[in-house]
């Protein structure tokens, strides 16, 4: 009963005091949706999440550098250095090596002459074994669908509906600089913030034009993907590749450096100034400040009001009203209008997650779009999308600290009204 009378109590001096409620639960509200967004994001890129779900187990090798008395090159692999190096190596579950089609965008025609521009991928028999893709329709490429005179490919839905105004196009016809590709199956669409799985087209590796540029015919355009058994194997891993590649310079009177060859997470940093550890006290920095600095407002806020209604708190306690009455009263206050500032905040993330989804897709280092930002052409489909990373679990634990923090900051309050005589209370400021 008594907790119902609170919440009313509450409820009336929210109406009587609408600027500084308004004030205070703006002030939550945007607290909790700027946090949300920031970490939804985030999760999206870091997190393990379809189709990547293996991220915490997957390693990249970015680029190798050649060295010869003569020479100096450094760019990806070609399949020659993944036969050479890649085979059965201990904790290692899984390789592939990829390539972007064409560089990366490639341009696709359908036997009704639709053409549609969008970003190519060649991959391995492996590379399906990497990511767990959500098939709408058909299969991955079979090793028959490997060979260009009987080439496969796989489309994303927005590919299909683009090329043939469906997505159950497998078995149609597609062509691709001279190929004759079958579409063997169509998947749903990757979010750009799955850089290493996104496409809009799936292609065999047998039709890629640009392997190897170096002497040693080790350098091409190609990303080792690496799918260890555990985490735990990465650096056993990385010294057993590293030191096959020494061996081979050696034989070969060359050098040869491996770059770039970190997990998945610190692959995400590999063309950016800042570190994985940077980014990573970059990010709790700004969720405090967007988190503190509107709560210490806030504090000053509600202590100002408990000055303001001193008298009232002494007319109260000269009535019988013992200490645990009036701290309930200010804290149920706090508590009312923190829990809707949480559900306009839930309400406000997700129109922001919706309203700047490209704004957002460009606030991680690795993402898609820092890979073809140079290149002039942003895909129309695989934004980020709220509804696949949004955690109401994440916004609950928010909205937890979000609490905790404003009740500390009324209760500090609320013991400089218990500790003040009564007589001192009725005249306050008078």
Partial sequence: MKLGLYFRQAWYNLRENRVYSAVFIAGTALSLALVMAFLTVLSARVVNTVPETHRDRMMVLNSLAENTSETYYQSGVTSKFAELFMQDVPGVVAWSLTNNAAGGFVVLESEDEEMTKVFGKCVDMDFWKMFDYDFIEGRAISRNGMVPNTAEAVLSESTAMSLFGRTDAVGETVYYGGYTLTVCGVVRDVPMSAAMAY????????????????????????????????????????????????????????????????????????????????????????????????????????????????????????????????????????????????????????????????????????????????????????????????????????????????????????????????????????
């Fill in 199 to 430: 496409a809009g087209v799936w292609m065999p590796s047998s039709l890629n034009t640009s392997e190897g540029f170096s002497p040693s015919g080790l350098l091409g355009m190609g990303t080792v993907l690496i799918l260890a058994e555990d985490k735990s194997d990465f650096s056993r891993i990385k010294e057993e590749i590293t030191s096959r590649v020494s061996r081979y310079a050696e034989a070969n009177d060359m050098t040869l450096e491996l770059k770039f060859f970190d997990s998945y997470r610190e692959s995400l940093f590999t063309w950016s100034e800042l570190s994985s550890a940077a980014y990573t006290w970059l990010g709790i920095g700004v969720v405090l400040i967007i988190l503190i600095v509107p709560l210490m407002n806030l504090s000053g806020m509600v202590s100002s009001r408990m000055d303001a209604r001193m008298t009232e708190f002494g007319t109260r306690k000269s009535f019988g009203a013992g200490p645990r009455s009036i701290v309930a009263q200010i804290t149920g206050e706090n508590l009312l209008m923190t829990l809707i500032g949480g559900v306009v905040g839930l309400v406000a993330a997700w129109l922001i997650i919706v309203l700047f989804s490209r704004q957002l897709n460009m606030l991680v280092p690795g993402s898609f779009l820092d890979n073809v930002s140079d290149v002039g052409l942003i895909p129309e489909t695989g934004f980020f999308d709220f509804r696949d990373f949004f955690k109401l679990w994440l916004y609950a634990a928010l909205l937890g600290i979000i609490l905790v923090l404003n009740l500390i900051s009324a209760l500090i309050p609320a013991a400089k009204v218990i500790r003040r005589p009564i007589t001192e209370s009725l005249n306050y400021k008078k």
